[in-house]
């Protein structure tokens, strides 16, 4: 199976707040997972990426937990700002595939004051 | 440093009529993938290109839709006699490499998309 599956698929977080957003896989020839951004009306960007044999990934705010036996990761937004609010992707891409990724169906991200 | 840059931004076409949409990679990118997106859903991938070749096209609809990279100029994807449910965003991406070598990686960089909308 190719799909993605990612939850939830709305959150609201408070200024300050952590979000989390989950993606499960099915996949076990999936060797690199990242997460993209997206804002109305742009493209979506590359915000992090992991790849299977690491658990935990950081980069600034933004950390990336994954738990290669349960096929599940997630992204974590420490301190959330209202210029976080986006679409959040996970995406997943197979050995051998290129750089062709399979996506989940996105999570809308709004952080309020 | 220009990113991946896509036109039109917007396009409107009536059923039957043909749609080209154009992708120029960034610089020094010589992959190129395209991908659809409906409204309030991720993004499915159709078609991998290199230069002059076609590497996986299995996300691409059998009839109407075709793309090309050729050696010179941009990539095009094209839909034939387009339909109401051809609306959508259609986004380019490129990357310099199709798989990372050890300890590289080589991300996607998408464009801001085309939206194509068929009335």
């Known amino acids: 199976q190719q799909q993605v599956k990612q939850s939830p698929q709305s959150l609201i977080v408070q200024k300050g707040g952590i979000s989390i957003i989950n993606c499960a896989y099915e996949?076990?020839?999936?060797?690199?997972f990242p997460w993209y951004q997206q804002f109305p009306g742009k493209g979506p960007a590359l915000l992090i990426a992991?790849?299977?044999?690491?658990s935990e990934k950081k980069e600034g705010r933004f950390t990336i937990s994954f738990n290669k036996s349960a096929k599940q990761f997630s992204l974590h937004i420490m301190d959330s700002q209202p210029g976080d609010s986006a679409t959040y992707f996970c995406?997943?891409?197979?050995?051998?595939?290129?750089?062709?990724?399979?996506f989940g169906t996105g999570t809308q991200l709004k952080v309020e004051l | 440093n220009a990113g991946v840059m896509q036109n039109p931004r917007h396009l409107v076409r009536r059923r039957g009529q043909e749609a080209r949409l154009r992708c120029s990679p960034m610089?020094?990118?010589?992959?190129v993938y395209w991908y659809r997106q409906l409204p309030e859903e991720g993004l499915k991938f159709m078609v991998y290109?290199?230069?002059?070749?076609?590497?996986?096209e299995s996300g691409m609809p059998k009839e109407r839709f075709s793309a090309e990279f050729p050696k010179e100029g941009p990539s095009i994807l094209r839909i034939q006699q387009v339909v109401r449910g051809d609306s959508a965003a259609y986004f380019c991406?490129?990357?310099?490499?199709?798989?990372?070598?050890?300890?590289?990686?080589?991300?996607?960089?998408f464009g801001n998309g085309t939206r194509l909308t068929v009335t």
């Open positions: 991406a490129s990357s310099q490499m199709n798989s990372p070598g050890q300890g590289a990686d080589s991300p996607l960089h």
């Open positions: 996949n076990t020839a999936f060797d690199y």
């Open positions: 992991i790849r299977p044999d690491v």
């Open positions: 995406a997943a891409r197979s050995t051998g595939g290129g750089n062709k990724l399979t």
């Open positions: 610089k020094g990118h010589s992959h």
């Open positions: 290109l290199q230069k002059e070749n076609i590497i996986d």
